[in-house]
């Protein structure tokens, strides 16, 4: 019997989350560069139009597998790495 219902809701947004191959690189790149803005990202990903790398940004953020810092008009985006840990543990390897 599953214990926490919370804990089986954060995992299958995780997973879903990593379902998409364009959401794993941007959670490999971010496992190597600690804190990037979507501008960054962009450039480093340079196949994403930033329409479809905002929504990857907000679904890996909703998941909660990112976690994300404001800087004036800048949005710095980083791996949760609780929850990496926790879930997702080869993203920390």
């Known amino acids: ?3 926490d219902n ?3 809701k954060q995992a299958v947004k995780v997973y879903k989350a990593l379902g998409e191959p364009t959401r794993i690189k ?3 790149l971010l496992k190597e560069e600690t804190s990037l803005c979507c ?3 962009g450039n480093k990903l340079d196949s994403v139009p930033n329409s ?3 929504h990857h940004l907000k679904q890996l953020t909703e998941s909660g597998l990112l976690s994300l810092r404001k ?3 800048y949005i710095y985006y980083s ?3 609780e ?3 926790k879930y997702a543990p080869y993203l920390l390897k």
Do not use: C, F, P, R
């Open 39 to 41: 501008s960054d990202i």
């Open 52 to 54: 479809t790398l905002s």
């Open 79 to 81: 791996v949760n790495k």
């Open 26 to 28: 941007i959670a490999m």
């Open 1 to 3: 019997m599953v214990e």
């Open 83 to 85: 929850v990496a840990l």
């Open 71 to 73: 800087d004036g008009t």
């Open 6 to 8: 919370e804990e089986v």
